[in-house]
T-cell receptor
């Protein structure tokens, strides 16, 4: 079935380190892909998106490229900040975006 | 523009009881989706309503139901509560017309004792 798999956390990094959170997917058809972020006590916020192969989504220094050949959508940031500490969710959408599948989430801790 | 609001934010119920959660979407949005978030299962899709009709449904038992009103506000009901229903319930709104950006509310934390 359709699903998203992302790397287990928590991921602990020092400030200004390079971040990669891996995400792979299984889907019928041609999904759109997303990264959401959840800060403590809040709902999810859309971080970035890509709707077709080779698209690169970017926002707030975060980037992810839709790789159809490897069915991946890895999240990267060149230099993380303490304020980036949160849980990150990879997701895919099918059927005109009315059905979303989320990964299990990866908690990121950034230490000063 | 006001965001998605959910009420109540916290709820404690006893096994066997039922509960109703409410979600008010962003003005103009016609689609409301509900998700259950637990540490063990992550985020799981419950159902989606669009223009008062359930358009998509996840794999949850019939104890979980929902509805949507003409003003797009949505309610979710869980009957005969079980301990395993303890979770954060999130709702998300979108225009529902082919775009894909879902806006999430802060969630309702349900604890079943």
């Amino acid at each position: 079935g359709d699903s998203v798999t992302q790397m287990e956390g928590p991921v602990t990094l020092s400030e200004e380190a390079f971040l990669t959170i891996n995400c792979t997917y299984t889907a019928t058809g041609y999904p759109s892909l997303f990264w959401y972020v959840q800060y403590p006590g809040e709902g999810l916020q859309l971080l970035l998106k890509a709707t077709k192969a080779d698209d690169k989504g970017s926002n707030k220094g975060f980037e992810a490229t839709y790789r159809k050949e490897t069915t991946s959508f890895h999240l990267e940031k060149g230099s993380v900040q303490v304020s980036d500490s949160a849980v990150y969710f990879c997701a895919l959408a099918l059927y005109n975006f009315n059905k979303f599948y989320f990964g299990s989430g990866t908690k990121l801790n950034v230490k000063p | 523009k006001a965001g998605v609001t959910q009420t109540p934010r916290y709820l404690i119920k006893t096994r066997g009881q039922q509960v109703t959660l409410s979600c008010s979407p962003i003005s103009g949005h016609r689609s409301v989706s509900w998700y259950q978030q637990t540490p063990g299962q992550g985020l799981q899709f419950l159902f989606e309503y669009f223009s008062e009709t359930q358009r998509n449904k996840g794999n949850f038992p019939g104890r979980f139901s929902g509805r949507q009103f003409s003003n797009s506000r949505s309610e979710m009901n869980v009957s005969t509560l079980e301990l395993g229903d303890s979770a954060l319930y999130l709702c998300a709104s979108s225009s529902g017309l082919g775009d894909y950006e879902q806006y999430f509310g802060p969630g309702t934390r349900l604890t079943v004792t």
